[in-house]
C-alpha cells in the first residue's frame, strides 16, 4: 500500500490566486470550489461576511504523489491562518525539476537559505513566498554530492 501525505494551506482572501501561482510553477490540474458554489450555512455567513467567491476548498493535482490543497480561512471562524510549512524532497534523478520548482517559488520570496549543498550531502534551501508559506526543498545528492 502506497501512502500519500498532502499539505493542506490556509490563508485569509489569498487562496485563489495563492494556488493559481502555486500551479504555475508545480504544473498540476487545479480544481477549486468557493464558499458559493457550496451553498448551505457556510456560504450564508461568507456571503454576509463579502466572502462568497473565496475558496472553500482547492487541489492541485501535480502527479500520483504531489497534492497541495488549500483554502481561504473566512472571518467566521475562530484564528486566523498560521505560517505553514510545506517541504518537498526528491531524488537526484528530480533535481532539475526541483529546481524549477525552486525558482518559480523563489519569485517575490524571501529566501532564508539558498538551495546549495548542504553539509549532509543534498543540495538544501528555505525560502518563505509572496503568499507566506515557508518551502523547504531538498535534493538527494547523487552518490553523497549535493
Do not use: C
Request: aromatic residues 8%; hydrophobic residues 40%.
Amino acid at each position: 500500500m502506497a501512502i500519500h501525505l498532502a499539505p493542506y494551506v490556509n490563508w485569509r482572501g489569498q487562496a485563489r490566486e495563492a494556488m493559481e501561482f502555486y500551479q504555475s510553477v508545480l504544473g498540476g490540474e487545479l480544481s477549486v470550489m468557493t464558499f458559493a458554489d457550496m451553498g448551505g450555512t457556510a456560504a450564508g455567513v461568507a456571503e454576509a461576511e463579502g466572502e462568497a467567491d473565496w475558496v472553500m476548498h482547492s487541489a492541485l493535482s501535480v502527479s500520483d504523489s504531489v497534492l497541495l490543497m488549500g483554502a481561504d480561512h473566512p472571518s467566521h471562524v475562530p484564528g486566523e491562518p498560521q505560517t505553514q510549512q510545506v517541504s518537498i524532497s526528491g531524488p537526484a534523478e528530480d533535481g532539475d525539476t526541483l529546481r524549477a520548482w525552486w525558482a518559480g517559488l523563489s519569485e517575490g520570496a524571501t529566501v532564508h537559505e539558498p538551495l546549495a549543498p548542504a553539509p549532509w550531502g543534498d543540495s538544501f534551501g528555505m525560502l518563505r513566498d509572496k503568499y507566506g508559506v515557508d518551502w523547504l526543498v531538498n535534493i538527494a545528492g547523487a552518490r553523497g554530492e549535493g
